[in-house]
C-alpha cells in the first residue's frame, strides 16, 4: 500500500500541546511510587535490581532491570485532563508484541478495585519521546484517583505528569494491601506480550485485589539465581508467586534451583504465603517433568511443615474453552491468556489474604 493510512481518526494521536498544562515531576512527593524498591537507592531511577549489586547480578539482567513492568504511579486530582511526558530508554519493537504494550503507559480513574481504564499513551515507531494526554472531563472536574501503569519492556526517564492549569496533584488514599505481592518469574511475569501494561495479569490481580505489587519478571533470564532469592528475601513483601521453569535450560537446572529458590526465601520470610506456580502454556500434555518437580518442592515444602505454601498448576490457567487463543505464539499470554491467569489466580489470593467482598 502506497501512502500514507487513511480512515479511522481513532488510529491517529492528536497532535500534543504542552499549552494549559502544569508539569510535575513524578519525584515531586506528590506522587506514590509503586514497583521500584530500590528507588531511593538507585537515586531515582525506575530500575527494579540495586544498581549498587550489578557487579554480582548476572549481566544478562542488566539491561532487563531497566524495564519497568510492575511499575506504577497513584495520585488524586481534579484536573479533567491527565498528561504524561517522558523519556524511554530504547526505541526497541518485538514482532509478537504491541508498541503499547512495550513502551507505552496506561492512565486509570478510579479508587480502590473500582478503576477503569481511561487511555493508553505510546511512542511513534523509532521514537524515544512519550506524550500524549487523557480526557477524563466526564468526571466533572471532581477530585478522582489516578493511576498510570509504566511500561512492560521499557523506561521511562524524565517523566512528568500533566494537569490542568490551576490543579495540583496530591497523595492518594492507601490500598488495602499496601506490603506488596511480588511476582518473580519469566517474560510471562513480564508482561510479554499483552497489549498494553493495564492487561498484564499481575496488574489485573493488583486492581482485584486493591494490592501494591513488585514485578520481577525477567525475559528469558529468571533462572532462579540465589543472589535474587537473597535479595527478594530482604524485602519487606506480604506474599510470593513464582513461576520461572520457562526459563531453566533444562529440568535437572529446575530441580537444583526450585526448592533452594523456595527455602531461601522462606528463611528471610517465615509467615508469608508462597505461591508456586507452572507454566501457562496451552498444551495440556508439554513440560509435564517440569511440573512433577515443582509439585515435588511443594510437597516437600508442606511435609516439612509448612503450611503457608500453595501449588497451582498453569496449564489449567487458560481454561478449556478457546485456550488456543489465549498467547501470540503459543507460549506468551495476550489479553485474553493474561486474563483468565489473573481469573485462575485471583479465588487463591483472595482467600489467602483473607478478601471478604471477592469479586468472584
Not at 40 to 45: A, D, L, T, Y
Not at 190 to 217: E, K, V
Not at 317 to 339: I, K, M, Q, Y
Request: proline residues 5%; contains cysteine; negative net charge.
Amino acid at each position: 500500500m502506497n501512502g500514507e493510512l487513511s480512515g479511522d481518526k481513532n488510529f491517529f494521536e492528536p497532535e500534543f500541546s504542552e499549552e494549559g498544562f502544569s508539569f510535575y515531576d513524578v519525584h515531586c512527593g506528590r506522587f506514590q511510587i509503586s514497583g521500584f524498591p530500590y528507588l531511593e537507592e538507585n537515586e531515582g531511577e525506575f530500575l527494579r535490581l540495586p544498581k549498587k549489586e550489578f557487579d554480582r547480578i548476572p549481566e544478562n539482567l542488566h539491561t532487563l532491570a531497566h524495564v519497568n513492568s510492575g511499575g506504577c504511579i497513584r495520585f488524586m486530582t481534579n484536573s479533567k485532563r491527565i498528561a504524561v511526558k517522558a523519556d524511554l530508554y530504547s526505541d526497541w519493537d518485538l514482532s509478537i508484541m504491541a508498541r503499547s504494550g512495550m513502551s507505552g503507559v496506561d492512565i486509570y480513574i478510579g479508587a480502590n478495585r473500582d478503576k477503569r481504564f481511561v487511555k493508553n499513551v505510546s511512542n511513534l515507531l523509532g521514537n524515544q519521546k512519550l506524550n500524549g494526554f487523557a480526557d477524563i472531563g466526564d468526571q466533572g472536574g471532581t477530585y478522582s484517583e489516578v493511576t498510570v501503569y509504566f511500561p512492560l519492556y521499557n523506561q521511562l526517564e524524565n517523566f512528568y505528569i500533566g494537569l490542568d492549569e490551576g490543579c495540583e496533584p496530591f497523595f492518594p488514599i492507601e490500598r488495602a494491601f499496601e506490603k506488596p505481592i511480588l511476582f518473580y518469574g519469566s517474560s510471562i511475569t513480564q508482561g510479554g506480550c499483552t497489549d498494553r501494561p493495564g492487561n498484564a495479569y499481575f496488574n489485573m490481580l493488583s486492581r482485584w485485589l486493591d494490592a501494591n505489587i513488585i514485578g520481577l519478571g525477567f525475559a528469558g533470564n529468571a533462572k532462579g539465581e540465589q543472589l535474587i532469592a537473597e535479595m527478594i528475601g530482604e524485602l519487606d513483601i506480604s506474599m510470593m508467586v513464582y513461576d520461572y521453569d520457562h526459563n531453566t535450560p533444562t529440568p535437572m537446572h529446575l530441580m537444583e534451583t526450585h526448592y533452594p529458590f523456595y527455602e531461601t526465601v522462606r528463611k528471610y520470610h517465615p509467615e508469608i504465603p508462597i505461591i508456586m506456580v507452572t507454566r501457562p502454556d496451552v498444551s495440556y500434555d508439554e513440560h509435564q517433568i517440569n511440573k512433577k518437580i515443582i509439585y515435588r518442592s511443594y510437597q516437600k515444602a508442606k511435609a516439612n511443615g509448612d503450611e503457608n505454601v500453595y501449588f497451582v498448576d498453569g496449564s489449567r490457567l487458560f481454561g478449556d474453552w478457546g485456550r488456543d487463543e489465549c498467547t501470540v505464539d503459543n507460549c506468551h499470554p495476550n489479553a485474553l491468556g493474561s486474563f483468565r491467569m489473573a481469573e485462575g489466580l485471583y479465588p487463591l489470593m483472595a482467600e489467602i489474604l483473607g478478601v471478604e467482598d471477592r469479586l468472584f
